[in-house]
């Protein structure tokens, strides 16, 4: 089955870094595009950013402060977030695309509080 396993969030302090990890497998994980999508309270989702096998996007709020990654060697996507704002408070979740079809691993909480 597909697994998606996200693991980094807890309290940091405004200003500070967090890398989170996605532990991913039951498919073949370099074939895939992947998202990292974040949900704060009360709010709807919002996707972070997005990787492919050679192209990257950044939603404009992370951008020059959030750097995706991947290493298909061990089937993991990385998210290194710097800088990082009260605004980010949020669940992370680490997503796979398919044709249109999206499947959404569990998230990890990121909290950024003074």
């Known amino acids: 089955e597909v697994q998606l396993q996200a693991s980094g969030g807890g309290l940091v302090q405004p200003g500070g870094s967090l890398r989170l990890s996605c532990a991913a497998s039951g498919f073949t994980f370099s074939s895939y595009s992947m998202s990292w999508v974040r949900q704060a309270p009360g709010k709807g989702p919002d996707r972070v950013s997005s990787?492919?096998?050679?192209?990257?996007n950044y939603a404009d709020s992370v951008k020059g402060r959030f750097t995706i990654s991947r290493d298909n060697a061990k089937n993991t996507l990385y998210l290194q977030m710097n800088s990082l704002k009260s605004e980010d408070t949020a669940v992370y979740y680490c997503v796979r695309h398919n044709g249109g079809m999206d499947y959404w691993g569990k998230g990890t909480l990121v909290t950024v509080s003074s």
């Open positions: 990787i492919g096998s050679k192209s990257t």
